[in-house]
């Protein structure tokens, strides 16, 4: 049975890498952009128009597309304060108790999203100035909070279960 789940965990994190990566490039968007826009500001007195509506979706769906590899490698932050003279074992288990309260919290966070979403499609919601409509941004951050809380969830079993 080792053999069968050690492949599943490498697609998973290989996944999950590939959001992160997807979610730095987002960030390297958002930076070349306000250097584009405050040169242009500066320089022209014409910056990018909506830059700052650009920005925020970008850095938005970057933080969720990181969520997923930061709960792959168990990144998130930690205070063992408690924990330093416990078993290891029993730290484990303790760790994949607290990632399932954040598995449950970030399912939380991808329903709302969705909500959220689904109720800015009914109403026509968009971006102020560039007149975008918002849903989708929604509906990109509901599904990568759902993917880091599956993610999450199975780190946090195999943390529970024993597994390296």
């Known amino acids: 049975m080792e053999k069968v789940e050690q492949p599943r965990i490498s697609r998973v994190e290989r996944l999950a890498g590939l959001l992160a990566v997807a979610g730095g490039i987002l960030i390297c968007f958002a930076a070349v ?8 500001r500066r320089l022209f007195n014409k910056p990018v128009p909506g830059d700052y509506e650009m920005v925020e979706i970008s ?14 490698k168990s990144g998130h932050i930690a205070v063992d304060t408690f924990t330093l003279k416990l078993r290891p074992r029993l730290t484990a288990v303790i ?8 598995a449950a919290f970030l399912g939380f966070f991808s329903w709302g999203l969705l909500a959220g979403g689904l109720n800015a499609r009914a109403y026509g919601e968009t971006l102020i100035q560039l007149a975008w409509p918002i849903w989708p941004v929604y509906l990109v951050c509901s599904l990568l909070a759902a993917l880091a809380c599956l993610v999450t969830l199975a780190v946090a079993l195999l943390k529970i279960k024993g597994s390296p």
């Open 33 to 40: 952009l306000v250097t584009i826009s405050v040169a242009g």
């Open 59 to 72: 850095v938005g769906i970057a933080v969720f597309a990181f969520l997923a590899y930061t709960a792959a």
């Open 95 to 102: 760790d994949g108790v607290w990632d399932l309260v954040l």
